[in-house]
């Protein structure tokens, strides 16, 4: 799993697609879930919630 880090939030997706002016995200089932253009794209990371760690 992989997650698009934007100024705005994230977004969570399986895999994504370089083109030439973003990235294209996808969920599990192949299905488009966003374009996120290079200029508001900070990072894309793998991305495992099951180890996530809450930090108090």
């Known amino acids: 799993m992989y997650r698009a880090i934007l100024p705005e939030g994230q977004i969570q997706c399986d895999r994504y697609d370089h083109t030439e002016n973003g990235v294209e995200l996808y969920d599990e089932d192949d299905e ?3 374009f996120v253009p290079y200029a508001n794209l900070h990072a894309l ?12």
Do not use: G, N, T
Request: a negative charge.
């Open 32 to 34: 488009f879930v966003a």
């Open 45 to 56: 990371e793998d991305f495992h919630p099951e180890e996530e760690r809450s930090i108090m």
